[in-house]
C-alpha cells in the first residue's frame, strides 16, 4: 500500500513538472522589442519608432497597436507594417512630437493570432526626452515707486458739465427742428455675407500683411491664423472656439459631427498656435507657411463640406428680411 502511494505521488510530481516546462515555453516563445530615438525631441519632431516581434513558431496574423495607442502629445502621421519571415514581423511609425516636457510611454499591446489561440504580449515601457530649444531669463521685479500726490481741482468738472450743457442743448435743438421735415426713410436690408468668403478674405489679409513684413511676428502670426479658424468655427457651428481652449474646440467639433479633414487642419494649426504662444516654440519660416497652408486646406475644404449648409443659412437669412423689403416697396 505504501508503494502504491509512493507510485502515484512520483506520477503525480512528474505531471506537474513536465506542465510548468510546457507554460515556460510558451511564455518565452515570442519575444517583442522596441526601437525609439536615442536622442531627445523638439516640438514639432518628426521620428521613426519600430516595433519588432520574434515568434518561435508560426502564427496566422499579428495585430499591433493602432494610431490612438501614443496619447495626445504624440501625432500619428503613418505606418508601415513588414514581414520579415513566417516567424517574425514588425511595423514602423512615423510620429511627430508635441510635447513640452518627458513623455513615458507605458507597455503597448500586441496580440498574437494563432489557428487556436489568441495571444497577447507587451512591449517594454519606454520614455521620449524633451528637447527645449529657447531659454529665458525672466526679468526681476522691481520695486514699487510711491504714489505721487497731485493737488485737488474742481475748475475743471465746471468745464466738463458746461461743455455737456452745450452739446446737449444743440442736439436737442437739431433733433426736434430736423424731425418735423425729416422724411420716412426706407429701412436697410443687410446683405448676407457668405463665411466661407470672409475666411478666405481673412487669411489673403494675414498673408499679405506678414509677406511684407520685413521682421516676421512668429507669434502674433499664429494668434491671427487660430483666430481666423476659431471665428469660423463659432460662426458657422455655433461652438464658442473664440473663448475655448484648443482641447476644448476640438472636443466640441468631434461632438458638433464637423468633417474629420477639418478637424484635422484645426488640430494642427491651433497645436502649433499654442506652442508658439505657450511653450516658448520659435517654428522657422517654412513651419510658419506650413501651417498657413493647413489653414487654407482648411478653407478648400470648407467650399465642398459646409455648401449646403450656408445656402440653408442663407435661405433663413433671406426670409428673416423678406417682410421688411415688403415694406420698402411699399414706401417707394
Known amino acids: 500500500m505504501i508503494k502504491f502511494d509512493l507510485l502515484f505521488i512520483l506520477r503525480r510530481a512528474f505531471l506537474f513538472i513536465l506542465l510548468f516546462s510546457t507554460l515556460r515555453v510558451v511564455g518565452v516563445a515570442q519575444t517583442v522589442s522596441t526601437h525609439t ?49 513566417d516567424y517574425s514581423d514588425s511595423i514602423r511609425y512615423k510620429l511627430q512630437f508635441f510635447g513640452i516636457e518627458d513623455i513615458s510611454i507605458p507597455p503597448l499591446p500586441v496580440r498574437i493570432i494563432t489557428e487556436v489561440d489568441t495571444l497577447l504580449v507587451f512591449t517594454e515601457s519606454f520614455q521620449l526626452v524633451y528637447k527645449q530649444t529657447i531659454t529665458s531669463q525672466e526679468d526681476p521685479l522691481k520695486p514699487l515707486k510711491p504714489i505721487f500726490p497731485f493737488p485737488r481741482t474742481i475748475w475743471p ?50 498673408k499679405e500683411k506678414h509677406t511684407n513684413t520685413p521682421e516676421k511676428n512668429y507669434k502674433e502670426f499664429y494668434s491671427e491664423l487660430g483666430d481666423a479658424l476659431r471665428w469660423y468655427i463659432e460662426e458657422l457651428y455655433k461652438i464658442p472656439a473664440l473663448e475655448s481652449t484648443t482641447r476644448e474646440v476640438l472636443r466640441y467639433m468631434d461632438a458638433f459631427g464637423v468633417d474629420v479633414e477639418m478637424v484635422k487642419h484645426t488640430r494642427k494649426v491651433l497645436n ?56 420698402n416697396d411699399g414706401m417707394g
Do not use: C
Open 37 to 85: 530615438p536615442d536622442d531627445s525631441l523638439t516640438v514639432g519632431e518628426v521620428f521613426d519608432l519600430s516595433i519588432t516581434l520574434n515568434s518561435a513558431s508560426p502564427y496566422t496574423k499579428i495585430i499591433f497597436p493602432d494610431s490612438i495607442s501614443f496619447g495626445p502629445s504624440l501625432e500619428f502621421i503613418s505606418q508601415q507594417q513588414f514581414k520579415v519571415s
Open 157 to 206: 468738472y465746471f468745464a466738463v458739465l458746461l461743455l455737456l450743457l452745450v452739446a446737449g442743448y444743440f442736439i436737442w435743438a437739431r433733433y426736434f427742428k430736423e424731425k418735423e421735415a425729416e422724411p420716412i426713410q426706407p429701412r436697410t436690408i443687410p446683405v448676407f455675407e457668405n463665411p466661407v468668403v470672409e475666411l478666405e478674405n481673412i487669411l489673403n489679409s494675414i
Open 272 to 327: 502649433e498656435a499654442d506652442m508658439t504662444k505657450f511653450a516658448k516654440f520659435k517654428p522657422t519660416l517654412d513651419q510658419s507657411w506650413k501651417a498657413f497652408h493647413e489653414a487654407y486646406s482648411f478653407l478648400d475644404r470648407t467650399r465642398i463640406v459646409d455648401r449646403d449648409r450656408i445656402e440653408r443659412i442663407r435661405q433663413e437669412f433671406e426670409n428673416r428680411f423678406s417682410d421688411m423689403e415688403e415694406v
